[in-house]
């Protein structure tokens, strides 16, 4: 008897921690937020999803057989895209400041007014070597592709 209520005791427990772990990670995974506050007189960026944390960097260029991309911050609150068309060679280069998506996957968001044209660009922070490159022109998805980290050089810039 003292087997079963100790074994019924271990299945409880652990069912308990784990909706306490799944809870906790729904909490974690929060929207991006992301402004520039000036308050104290400087250019500081508030933002919860961070290009950089830690060890982690997404900044770098990234390709795959299409696509060439290099993303980073310039300064705060001013964020560059590079984008090169492996296949006609066309390039653009984008600046910007719209930071949405969550916590566990922040998204950039980049527009081309003259062609209507949004580029984003998604990363997860478990993985520093990967980010899905994005393009949509009036909420229709034109390029939707990873890119694998190419190198940590920066191409295009202001």
């Known amino acids: 008897m003292k087997l079963r209520t100790i074994a019924l005791a271990t299945v409880c427990t652990l069912f308990s921690l784990s909706l306490s772990f799944a809870a906790e990670a729904d909490e974690s995974d929060q929207p991006c937020q992301a402004y520039l506050d000036n308050s104290n007189g400087t250019d500081a960026e508030e933002n919860n999803c961070p290009i950089t944390v830690g060890k982690f960097s997404i900044r770098g260029t990234f390709s795959n057989s299409n696509w060439q991309a290099s993303f980073w911050a310039w300064e705060p ?9 492996q296949q006609d060679g066309s390039t ?67």
């Open 77 to 85: 609150a001013y964020y560059i895209l590079y984008v090169k068309n």
């Open 92 to 158: 653009i280069n984008l600046t910007g400041f719209k930071v949405m998506g969550t916590t566990s996957r922040p998204q950039y968001r980049f527009t081309d007014p003259d062609r209507n044209l949004t580029y984003i660009v998604t990363f997860r922070y478990s993985d520093s070597d990967t980010i899905r490159f994005e393009i949509y022109q009036n909420d229709r998805t034109i390029v939707n592709e990873l890119l694998a980290r190419e190198s940590d050089k920066l191409i295009g810039g202001p």
